[in-house]
Every structure is written in structure tokens, then in C-alpha cells.
């Protein structure tokens, strides 16, 4: 089944910044192309090699499928995901090196010729999603604790990132809360500068107590409510908006947001983009949230195909047997 009949479209995969540059592409782009296309693998060194041209001064790694970690030369570290470069260069093969080009431009600059600010740290730049968004991490200016959020990401992110940090002394702080499901939570300081995480040598007062805060203030930018339309089946989809799959963390939402299902509340979070939910008694749609989770699940930017079940004021992982 198409994700593309559940109202997806390209636009929805963009950050602002980079849609705007990569407008040209609808219009320069269309002649049929017979070559064929890099795997996920090969893309990300191709990005990694034209990075570490572009920015001679950084060390560049290829930290996984669709991932690279710069390290500039003032030991600042940027993580960033290439999944949405890569849907608009699969099937295209003529538009590798454009499409590199351009998610290149739409990154931060290298700390050398950035704009100044606070040592260690990214000057500013507008907002943009967090698929494009550098990571960064080992910065020494203090995070603002009222702009931590949690935010979900695969096991073989969270050990190639953690592979990284320690080779430099530092770790994620992380949750194991959905472990069950391959997921990991990490937390994050979403400001202008880009997407931060939060590693043990932030200060971010008693550890124990960053779940709570992060979710806490995930909660306040969310809002009361979330967005629901209904789809076939009885399957309904949740625009998980700039913050992804982690609304599925506030579990208070779920109960103050009207959703008809028939028994228990079942979620898919496939990806980073958008939620599916039905009823734990409803087998038609039970059958195609696991078959909508397992395909988006095994795209490059795909988080999981488990399913989780609302029980206790938590989702927990949830099975038909």
C-alpha cells in the first residue's frame, strides 16, 4: 500500500529552507534517466565526500545508512540525516551531484566562516526540519532546559551516534522506554541554531528528572489536542508535526484527543512524520497498521514496524498473537 494514499506529499517531506532551494528541481529535472541509482550506503559517502571537499577543515565520518557527523575544527560535532536528500535523487540518478549540492548548502557553515557567536556553538539559522537540521553536540554554551524535547530514534542510530561521542569522551543521555519496539529516546535542545543533543556533558540539572522535563515541555509546544483525520478501515492518521514521533510520549494527549476505535489505542510509528492508529479490536485495521508500519518502516528514514498499545497511561509493544 502507498503511504501517498494517506495524504502524503513531497512538500510535507521538505524543510523550509531547503524547498526553497531545491525548487529548481521540479522544473530541471524531469528528462527520463535509464542509470542506476546509489544504494543508501553509496549515497552517504558521496555526500560525505563532497562535505569533506567543501569543508576541507572538519573530519567528516559516515556514521550509518543516511547519517554523517561533522566535526568542525573547534570541536563542535554536527549530526545530520541525508533521508529526505535521498528521496529526491532515488530513481534519478542525474541528480546526484545537484541534489548533494544543494542539501550542503541548506547545512550550517563550518564554524571558521560562520557568522560569530558563543564559542562552540552554531551562530543562528533559520529553522528547519529536523531531517536537515545539524545535531549539535559538545558545544559549551548552556542549554535552555525550557526548550529540551524528547525525540525518538532507531537502536542503530542511537549506537552509531554513541560510538561517536565516546570516541570523544561524551554520551547521549537516553531512555530505554521503547526499547521493546527498537527504539531508542534521546532528548534534545530544539533552538535556532539547530537540533542539540543532550549528552552527559551538558548540564541539564538531575538527570533522573529529563524525561519529565523534556516531555513536559513537549506537552506545552504541542498544545491540548492533536491533529487527527480519519483513513480506510478504521485507521486514523496523527500529523506528528515538528516534533515527530514523540507525541506518542504524551500519553495524555491520546486520552483528551477524541479517537473512535474499537477497544485499546494501537499506534504504528513508522516513521518521523506521521502516526496510524486503530482499535485493538478492529482486525481489518490492525491489518493494515502492520502492513502500512512494515512498509514506511523499511524505507531509509523509517523508525519501526512494531505496534504499541495505550495501557497504564503509557504505550507499551503491542501483538495480534
Known amino acids: 500500500m502507498s503511504r501517498f494514499l494517506f495524504g502524503r506529499h513531497l512538500a510535507g517531506l521538505l524543510p523550509g529552507r531547503a524547498l526553497a532551494l531545491l525548487g529548481v528541481l521540479v522544473l530541471a529535472l524531469t528528462a527520463p534517466v535509464h542509470a542506476q541509482s546509489l544504494t543508501p550506503r553509496a549515497f552517504t559517502e ?27 575544527k573547534d570541536g563542535t560535532t554536527s549530526t545530520s540525516q ?8 532515488d530513481g534519478k540518478p542525474d541528480r546526484l551531484d545537484l541534489v548533494i549540492n544543494t542539501f550542503l548548502s541548506a547545512l550550517a557553515r563550518p564554524p571558521d566562516v560562520r557568522a560569530a557567536g558563543p564559542p562552540g556553538r552554531a551562530a543562528p539559522v533559520p529553522p528547519q526540519n529536523p531531517a536537515f537540521v545539524p545535531a549539535y553536540s559538545g558545544a559549551v554554551a548552556p542549554m535552555n532546559r525550557t526548550r529540551i524535547v524528547p525525540l525518538i530514534k532507531t537502536q542503530a542510530w542511537f549506537d552509531d551516534m554513541q560510538r561517536t561521542l565516546r ?18 529516546i534521546v532528548y534534545a535542545e ?3 541554531a539547530g537540533t542539540r543533543y543532550v549528552t552527559t556533558r551538558d548540564d541539564v540539572g538531575d538527570p533522573a528528572a529529563l524525561p519529565e522535563l523534556a516531555i513536559g515541555n513537549l506537552r506545552r509546544q504541542i498544545g491540548r489536542r492533536i491533529p ?25 494527549l491520546w486520552s483528551s484527543t477524541r479517537i473512535d476505535v474499537d477497544g485499546d489505542l494501537v499506534v504504528a510509528v513508522p516513521d518521523n512524520e506521521t502516526l496510524y492508529v486503530t482499535g485493538s479490536k478492529n482486525a481489518k485495521g490492525l491489518a493494515r497498521l502492520q502492513s502500512i ?8 528514514d523509517g523508525l519501526t514496524p512494531a505496534l504499541f498499545i495505550l495501557r497504564g497511561g503509557r504505550f507499551v509493544r503491542f501483538t495480534t498473537n
Open 46 to 72: 558521496a555526500v560525505a565526500k563532497a562535505a569533506r571537499e567543501k569543508i576541507p577543515s572538519a573530519r567528516v565520518t559516515v556514521t550509518g545508512d543516511l547519517q554523517i557527523t561533522i566535526r568542525y
Open 82 to 89: 541525508l533521508g529526505s536528500a535521498y528521496k529526491l535523487y
Open 167 to 184: 570516541g570523544q569522551g561524551d554520551e547521549l543521555q537516553h531512555t530505554d522506554a521503547l526499547a521493546d519496539g527498537g527504539l531508542v
Open 190 to 192: 530544539m533552538a535556532d
Open 228 to 252: 487527527v483525520r480519519s483513513g480506510p478501515d478504521g485507521v486514523y492518521l496523527v500529523s506528528a508535526g515538528d516534533f515527530g514521533a514523540s507525541v506518542v510520549l504524551v500519553s495524555e
Open 293 to 300: 508500519a512494515a512498509e514506511i518502516a523499511a524505507e531509509p
